[in-house]
C-alpha cells in the first residue's frame, strides 16, 4: 500500500502545481494488471504501433494511468452547445 500512496501524492502534487495557468481539479487514478487482456486488444483498437505494457517493461506487473480533469471553470469557457 505504501507504493500506491507514493504514486498517488506525486501525481497529486504536480497536478496541484502545475506550473502553468491551467487548473486541474482532482486527479483520477487506476491500476490494471499489465497481462489484463484488454491490452491485447489495443493493437487492433488503436494499430499495430500501439506497444503492449510487456512490450515496454517486460518485467510489468501492473500498469499506472492517470487523468487530470480541467477545473469546471475551464469546462465551461470551452463548452460548445450544438449546432454553434
Known amino acids: ?4 500512496n507514493k504514486i498517488e501524492s506525486v501525481i497529486k502534487t504536480m497536478a496541484s502545481n502545475p506550473g ?3 487548473r486541474y481539479r482532482e486527479p483520477l487514478v487506476g491500476y490494471a494488471s499489465a497481462d489484463d487482456p484488454i491490452f491485447d486488444e489495443m ?3 488503436i494499430g499495430p504501433h500501439h506497444l503492449h505494457p ?3 517493461f517486460p ?3 501492473t500498469v499506472v494511468s492517470f487523468f487530470l480533469p480541467f477545473e469546471k471553470e475551464l469546462v465551461k469557457l470551452n463548452w ?3 449546432g454553434l
Open 1 to 4: 500500500m505504501e507504493l500506491k
Open 20 to 22: 502553468t495557468e491551467t
Open 43 to 45: 493493437k487492433e483498437i
Open 54 to 56: 510487456k512490450e515496454i
Open 59 to 61: 518485467g510489468a506487473k
Open 80 to 82: 460548445r452547445s450544438p
